[in-house]
Nanobody, 118 residues
């Protein structure tokens, strides 16, 4: 059974920082390109950042470029999202999962809520 557990969200003032973590189990983590997604209802879940299986290649949606950094530790089956200079529009529920373009999505975890206040 694949489990994805996100953590690290919280309430932060605009301009602040947060570090999200994702722990995975039950899957070949090091063999998978991974991603962070964000959902702010009523909008659909959107891709925020991706990272290749060895961590050497990363991509970001334009709105977070230069502010967010995605990384991973394959020895611990973990992935991270360092978020700086947070803006109110970064508010949302953040999820980790396989990068949808390169692999089949796993069952979604519970996500971690990020709220950025003005």
């Amino acid at each position: 059974q694949v489990l994805l557990v996100e953590s690290g969200g919280g309430l932060v003032d605009a301009g602040g920082s947060l570090r999200l973590s994702c722990v995975t189990s039950g899957r070949d983590f090091s063999g998978s390109d991974m991603a962070w997604y964000r959902q702010t209802p009523p909008r659909q879940r959107e891709l925020v950042a991706t990272i290749s299986r060895d961590g050497s290649v990363t991509h970001y949606v334009d709105s977070v470029k230069g502010r967010f950094t995605i990384s991973r530790d394959n020895t611990k089956n973990m992935m991270f999202l360092e978020m700086t200079s947070l803006k109110p529009e970064d508010t949302g529920e953040y999820f980790c999962n396989v990068e949808v373009a390169t692999g089949r999505l796993d069952p979604w975890g519970q996500g971690t809520l990020v709220t950025v206040s003005t």
